[in-house]
Structure formats: C-alpha cells, structure tokens
C-alpha cells in the first residue's frame, strides 16, 4: 500500500459513521468521500487544504468536506476527536443529487451560532464509542441526525449539482496524485506524468502550486520520505533496500531528504517510533493514548456546556 491514497473509512460501531479519538502526529495528502467533523481535544493541529494552513488549539472545530485533498500535523501531547460520515446520510432522497460544501471552522472563522451545538453532539459521539457502552445504541443515532441537523439548518454551505464541477479538487488532479503515488520507483516520475496526461511541466508546476502550494517535484519527494516512514515503522527491512524501495536514487539525497522533512535520520525515527509503540497507519499517524484523559476531557465539555452526563 502507499503512503498517499484514497482512504477507505470502515463504519463500525455506527451504520455509516466513523468516530473515534486519536493522537496524530501527521498523514500524507489524502481524501475519502466522507464528511469529516475535526475536534481538537487537547493541544494543536495544523491542517492544510488546498494551499491554506489552519492551525486549531484546543477547543477547535473543523467540518472537512468530502472529496478534499487535506494534510494534518500535529504537535506532541495533541489529543483529537474525528467523525467521519457517509455523505448519504445528507441525501433527502435517492434522486437528491446535489453535494453540499459546509463552511464551519473555528480557527479560521471564529465562532459560529452552530459550532457549540455541533461540538456538543461531536462530544457525546466520541463518548459514547470511547467507552464502548452497550446502552449508546440510540443515544449514538439520536446525536448523529441530530448533528447532520444542526448542520443542514445552522450551517453556512453550498450547494453544486453532482452534473458541475467537483468544487474542492479536480478528478484530473487526485488522478495526477494517485499517478506518482503508483510511479515512485521511476527515476523521472515529474516528467512521465506530464507525458501521461498530456501536461507540459511547466502547466503542471502552475497546477500544483495552485492546488497544494508546493511543486511535484517536492510532493514526489514528500510521498518517499512517507513511504519509508511506513517501512521503517512497520518493517526491519535495512535502510539500504526501504531506500531503493522508496525510489530515492542515491544515499546522500535520501538522507538529506529525510533529515529535512522530519528532522530526524532514518536509523533516529526508527527507534523513536518503535520505543513509542506506534500504531501503523497507511494514511494517518495515529498515537497511542490514554483512553482515562480522553473521557475526561470530554465530560468536562458536557460539564462546562450544563449538560447531564
């Protein structure tokens, strides 16, 4: 598997809706159809979409739209909720064919009428999964339609018919991603894309500055340094071959490449990880917590916002 990708979200504890609590240190690009409600429990984030850095403390509340090319960073001791929901769940019908694009961030917008209501549900979601109780069944599908309500009726968004453009990112473009995404071993991967898709390197340049503020050049490079982050978590495999593997042609242009994105040698993140008890992730870096913090945290929302528990 690869270090950029479409995402397959799993529902599990409820029909068409992913929620959980994590610490994240990073993920790659990447996009999946859900909805994605971002909550930050404990410290700081920084989510990019499109060219635009947010940085959400704690308290923040993002909607991450479907189909949206997005990157997260987060710093050490950072805690944060995640409800990722089936876009069909918004639908008014079989023949509804539009796509919705919410506009509710925190950090970038200030408060919202709406952001304390949805942030309640949120909270009373991620509970209700965090301490697995048998008797949240309904308690977890009343704060669901209820959040999706809150957000239809008190949200600002658009509307695009599905027939329009996709408004976050291009098919074309997670088509040129998925590209290198498949093509990390070619010396000239830059250079056969534009071949590919008929696109002069110099359009191409242009299109991802536009898209994602940095060139291909430097998105090919970011891809192998993440594929041999996953390799040197989830593998021991020598240095020597996750090097040919992530198609860095040389030892000192790996190296250097490395040290610059995470700060670290290969042989110093490998130790650090595993000492760390890393949770292997294909798209997300998602930490070890304490699940005891977590709840309380979240109680303490409920209890700030008047609200029994």
């Known amino acids: 598997m690869s270090t950029y990708s479409f995402e397959t979200i799993e529902y599990k ?17 990447h996009w999946h159809y859900q909805y994605e409600i971002f909550m930050v429990l404990k410290g700081c984030v920084r989510i990019k979409i499109d060219t635009e850095m947010y940085e959400l ?10 189909r949206t090319i997005h990157e997260v960073k987060g ?31 925190t950090a970038a917008e200030g408060e919202k009428t709406c952001a ?32 999706i309500a809150d957000l239809m009726e008190r949200a600002d968004y658009d509307v695009v018919l599905k027939s329009g453009k996709v408004i976050t990112v291009s098919e074309e473009m997670i088509s040129i991603l998925d590209y290198f995404r498949d093509h990390l071993l070619e010396e000239r991967p830059v250079e056969s894309a534009g071949r590919a898709f008929g696109i002069s390197e110099k359009t191409l340049l242009r299109y991802f500055k536009a898209s ?18 996953q390799l040197l978590r989830g593998t021991d495999k020598e240095i020597s071959f996750i090097m040919d593997s992530c198609g860095f042609q040389s030892e000192k242009t790996f190296y250097r490449l490395f040290q610059g994105l ?12 595993q000492g760390e008890g890393r949770v292997n992730q294909e798209i997300q870096d998602y930490l070890d917590f304490e699940p005891f913090e977590a709840a309380a945290l979240l109680r303490d929302i409920l209890l700030k916002a008047g609200k029994e528990i």
């Open 75 to 105: 710093e050490a001791g950072n805690l944060c909720g995640l409800i990722q929901i089936d876009p069909e769940l918004f639908k008014l019908d079989d023949s509804d064919k539009r796509t919705i694009r919410f506009f509710l961030n």
């Open 57 to 66: 403390k704690k308290g923040d509340l993002m909607v991450i739209n479907t």
């Open 212 to 229: 994602l503020g940095i060139s291909p050049k430097d998105f090919v490079n970011k891809l192998r340094v993440e594929k041999a982050k």
């Open 13 to 29: 504890k409820i029909p068409s809706v992913n929620a959980f609590v994590t610490c994240i240190e990073s993920s790659v690009y």
């Open 116 to 147: 304390e209501e949805i942030r309640i549900h949120a909270v009373w979601i991620l509970l209700c999964v965090l301490e697995n109780r048998k008797d949240a069944f309904y308690r977890l599908r009343s704060e669901v339609y209820s959040l």
């Open 262 to 273: 995470t700060g670290q040698t290969p042989g110093n993140y490998r130790k650090k990880v």
